[in-house]
């Protein structure tokens, strides 16, 4: 079963920068894309970026030359580096194990979540 463990996240001003993690079991941390998903009061989750095991990346429109997805396979960990966030940008953040492309094909296995605050 895999298991996906977030961490960071926090409160920030816009035009900051936070980092996220997310630890997975190492049985499908080869195997399937991992990426992010976030959710916002009142709305729909989307998609905020994806990593393959061979280190292609995807990012949502909304996220791209701002948020930077990498991945440590000897730590079986995914990276989310966010500059220059806006409020718009908060929302709990969601560790994701799916498919490729993860915007369209997100796997069942989540993440706890993690709060990720912007202040303006």
């Known amino acids: 079963q895999v298991q996906l463990v977030e961490s960071g996240g926090g409160l920030v001003q816009a035009g900051g920068s936070l980092s996220l993690s997310c630890a997975a079991s190492?049985?499908?941390?080869?195997?399937?894309?991992i990426g992010w998903y976030r959710q916002a009061p009142g709305k729909q989750r989307e998609f905020v970026a994806g990593?393959?095991?061979?280190?292609?990346?995807d990012y949502a429109d909304s996220v791209k030359d701002r948020f930077t997805i990498s991945r440590d396979n000897t730590k079986n960990t995914i990276f989310l580096q966010m500059n220059s966030l806006k409020p718009e940008d908060t929302a709990v953040y969601y560790c994701?194990?799916?498919?490729?492309?993860?915007?369209?094909?997100?796997?069942?296995?989540w993440g706890q979540g993690t709060q990720v605050t912007v202040s303006s």
């Open positions: 990593i393959t095991s061979g280190g292609n990346t």
């Open positions: 190492r049985t499908l941390f080869s195997i399937l894309v």
């Open positions: 994701n194990a799916g498919y490729w492309p993860l915007a369209a094909t997100p796997g069942g296995y």
